[in-house]
């Protein structure tokens, strides 16, 4: 990692996710021309939540530019658990559905951990399953999930120095902190391929004051609990990379209109950091371009086990 004085570096996940897009458009090409089954991607939205249809279609729009076949069913607020279940159960056994993706957050009578798992951990693209986490924990090959890969993959294409260096991840949701974690503190020499970081991981219990010393130790910091403006200048130790997954919408007291913003006081930060992702234009676009990575390498494993039973 490299330690300067002037602004930190800005990591471009917009550019980088472009240009591993076309990357899987290429391998998609000769995926499908070796006579293989195009990719197909079902997204399941239940409810009308703006925000929910919003990042579906950016997926779906991701999906074309790939190459991916797509579909998106929406169902109303109303839908019960168990008809959800039945359609996933479907989407399980259809042969033509490569991926199935349930856009969280379901509704409150939906039990989230249920829909989970009751995905197909083949087909499970978003990497939520609890055979796949359970994988992840192992070191072992699996669905990783499309932030804490995509994360991943911003600090390896940005040369980003984790080996035994100090990372502290804050935030500790099931779907983004853990597994982004165990991605860091994991031993690079086994199938995940591991970033060999010591890890601290802080919450929404751990003081400020313990917050900030640990922030102040980290040449890694990657932050994800949706509070704008949590981690300032002074927590930051010179040279420091910092990852923000936070997405929050604020108002502009200057224009009086609505901005994304994330966890970090990003102008402050910046002028410390060595490397830095903004929001937006950082770790989401290569969230949703993770999630077509997951969903080709699914079409590949799924094509190789019915070559197996033939």
Do not use: W
Request: glycine share 8%; hydrophobic share 40%.
């Amino acid at each position: 990692m490299r330690f300067t004085s002037n602004m930190a570096q800005i990591i471009d996940g917009k550019a980088m996710s472009k240009e591993i897009r076309l990357e899987l458009h290429q391998e998609l090409k000769e995926f499908v021309a070796a006579g293989n089954r195009l990719p197909h991607l079902t997204a399941v939205i239940v409810g009308e939540d703006p925000a929910s249809q919003t990042y579906v279609h950016n997926k779906m729009l991701a999906c074309k530019e790939v190459g991916i076949s797509s579909e998106t069913k929406i169902l109303p607020e109303s839908t019960t658990q168990d008809e959800l279940l039945q359609l996933i159960n479907q989407l399980n056994t259809d042969e033509n559905v490569t991926g199935v993706l349930i856009q969280l957050p379901v509704p409150d009578h939906i039990d989230e951990r249920t829909i989970c798992n009751a995905v197909a951990a083949e087909k499970d693209v978003d990497g939520f399953h609890e055979i796949n986490i359970g994988r992840l924990a192992l070191d072992m090959e699996g669905t990783i999930p499309a932030t804490p890969l995509g994360v991943k993959t911003l600090l390896e294409r940005s040369n980003i120095e984790t080996f035994g260096r100090n990372a502290v991840v804050v935030g500790r949701s099931k779907n983004v902190s853990l597994p982004m974690a165990m991605l860091l503190h994991s031993d690079g020499r086994h199938s995940i391929k591991g970033l060999d970081s010591t890890v601290t991981i802080c919450h929404r219990y751990t003081p400020p004051k313990e917050l900030a010393k640990f922030c102040r130790q980290a040449d890694i910091i990657v932050v994800a609990v949706g509070k704008p403006g949590l981690i300032t200048k002074d927590m930051i130790k010179p040279g420091a990379c910092i990852i923000d997954v936070g997405i929050n919408r604020i108002k502009d007291e200057k224009t009086g209109k609505f901005k994304l913003v994330g966890d970090v006081d990003y102008e402050e930060v910046r002028q410390v950091a060595g490397h830095i992702t903004p929001v937006p234009g950082g770790v989401g676009p290569m969230t949703v371009t993770m999630l077509m990575h997951n969903t080709l390498k699914a079409a590949k494993k799924q094509n190789a086990t019915r070559l197996l039973n033939v």
